[in-house]
């Protein structure tokens, strides 16, 4: 039995159909990566996973159990969000933001205990955000407040990490940095990790699995060595690649060969530009 499994899934929003029939598997301890064009579903397949949009039709089980039969405390104990968007428009501290990871454990009214402050920290020691404890969330760079609501979701001690797009927006370093953190979680803490990422190498060196979406649809799934091939990445993206094996890391590693395409009005043709080599040298 998966961490999650899905069933015939299906979502719309007015009218318009943007999940389709969907049927995945996702495996415990795993580290799943979900890629696709912009407006491929992604971020409304994640968001049905953790319960904040309602399917049309189907079913999610965790582990085993209709996702929906969950209240939203007692599934915060087994599936920890984190979201694109960082910016909280409160002024709390980091070691605030962290402590609210541990809502789920508290009773009504009640307050952090030494233990919960304990957790905190060492999920704050995990993502190297300790020393921010004290400063106003908004004031950090977006790597450290990312950081900071990883260690959030990390206090709740929930087994399944969902994070949409976690390291947009962010310098290759702290890219690299967050993913690795993620990783090492993942190994060291067996968690079960599904995330949405657009940088196709970077989630070819960290997953264990990838979902193709387009349209709605998943398109294949499966370790990287599967899925990402030059058929796949031309039917997702419309685009033609070269491939070849990371140096170092030997696993699929992914060269964009166009990086345009315009309409040909006489014949009605999509003409993709020659490689950037010909288009460099003029040809």
Known sequence: MGAIEIRNLSWNFENKSILKNIYLNLEKGEFTSILGPNGSGKTTLLRTISTWLKPRKGTIYLEGKDVLSFSSKELSKHMAFVPQ???????????????????THLKNLENESLEDLEIAREAMNITNTWEFRDRIINTLSGGER??????????????????????????????????SIIKSLQHDKKLTVVTVLHDVNLASQYSDKIVFMKDGFIKSYGVPEKVLTRENINDVYDIDVYMTRHPVMDCPYVI?????????TDNGKIIMFDSIKNLRNGK
Do not use: C
Not at 150 to 176: F, G, W
């Open 256 to 264: 964009p060969l166009y990086t345009n395409k315009k309409q040909d």
């Open 146 to 179: 990312q950081r900071v609501i990883i260690a959030r979701a990390l206090a709740t001690q929930a087994k399944i990490l969902i994070m949409d797009e976690p390291v947009s927006n962010l310098d290759i370093y702290h890219q690299m940095e967050i993913l």
């Open 85 to 103: 968007n960082t910016n909280i428009d409160f002024e709390f501290s980091a070691l605030d933001i962290v402590l609210m990871g541990r809502w």
